[in-house]
Nanobody, 123 residues
Framework: VQLQASGGGLVQPGGSLRLSCAASGLIPGRYATGWFRQAPGKEREWVACVNGGVPRTYYEDSVKGRFTISRDNAKSTVYLQMNSLNPEDTAVYFC?????????????????WGQGTLVTVSS
C-alpha cells in the first residue's frame, strides 16, 4: 500500500486548502483512512477519518465545522477540505490507512502512511 499526500502550502488566516491522499495497492473504499497532523515540538494528533464501506466521517473537536473529509473511490483518493484556517492549524499533515474498515484515533492503529504535506497558516 502506498499513500501520496499533497495539497499543502502557505495560506492566510481564514483561508482554505484542500489536501489529497492518493492510494495505490488497496481496494478503494474498503479501509478506513485518516488524516493526522504534527506541529513542531508536538505529538502527532488525529484530525479526521472516513471509514471503509459506508463513508461515515469523524472529526477531532477543534476542526469540527471547519474541515471535511471525503472519499472518491473511483480515484482512490481521500480529501481533506480545510476552511477557516488559523495559525494553530499549522503542521505537517499525514494521511494514513488502516487494515480494517473502522476508524481510530491512535496512530498505532494505522498500517500505512503517506509522506506528509506541510500546511502553514500565517499572515
Amino acid at each position: 500500500v502506498q499513500l501520496q499526500a499533497s495539497g499543502g502550502g502557505l495560506v492566510q488566516p481564514g483561508g482554505s486548502l484542500r489536501l489529497s491522499c492518493a492510494a495505490s495497492g488497496l481496494i478503494p473504499g474498503r479501509y478506513a483512512t485518516g488524516w493526522f497532523r504534527q506541529a513542531p515540538g508536538k505529538e502527532r494528533e488525529w484530525v479526521a477519518c472516513v471509514n471503509g464501506g459506508v463513508p461515515r466521517t469523524y472529526y477531532e473537536d477543534s476542526v469540527k465545522g471547519r474541515f471535511t473529509i471525503s472519499r472518491d473511490n473511483a480515484k482512490s483518493t481521500v480529501y481533506l477540505q480545510m476552511n477557516s484556517l488559523n495559525p494553530e492549524d499549522t503542521a505537517v499533515y499525514f494521511c494514513a490507512a488502516r487494515s480494517t474498515a473502522g476508524c481510530g484515533t491512535q496512530p498505532g492503529l494505522y498500517r500505512s502512511w503517506g509522506q506528509g504535506t506541510l500546511v502553514t497558516v500565517s499572515s
